[in-house]
């Protein structure tokens, strides 16, 4: 979760800075519940499969995922497997602290 957290903050700095500075994605990375969720909204539509997040994108609740074909036309190599190495870290290690408090709660996991 450390690990995931210091790339949460790279992935930030380096790559949805840039795409914030940018006029033609400022307004396409989805939308932000609460301070800093565009990253994870941008790491999501680098990191996901192209048909799932089109999937996303052409649903009910579109405006609240990031546009994965213009951000992907605005981001390197390093920019995509940053979020690659970001996303896949932090949503395993959520999933990991789930099925852990899951897990206590049920009596498996002694403390």
């Avoid at 999937?55 to 994965?68: D, I, M, R, T």
């Avoid at 899951?102 to 002694?110: Q, Y």
Wanted: positive net charge; glycine residues 6%.
């Amino acid at each position: 979760m450390l690990f995931s957290l210091l790339l949460y903050v790279l992935f930030g700095q380096i790559t949805v800075r840039k795409l914030r500075k940018n006029p033609e994605t400022m307004q396409e990375l989805g939308l932000e519940f609460a301070s800093g969720w565009d990253i994870l909204n941008v790491a999501q539509a680098l990191a996901t499969p192209r048909k799932i997040h089109k999937l996303l994108e052409n649903g009910q609740l579109a405006f609240l995922h990031a546009n994965s074909e213009l951000i992907s036309k605005h981001t390197n190599r390093f920019d995509k497997a940053l979020a690659i190495l970001f996303f896949w870290t932090f949503m395993g290690s959520a999933l990991c602290m789930i099925s852990l408090i899951a897990l206590d709660k049920i009596g498996m996991v002694n403390s």
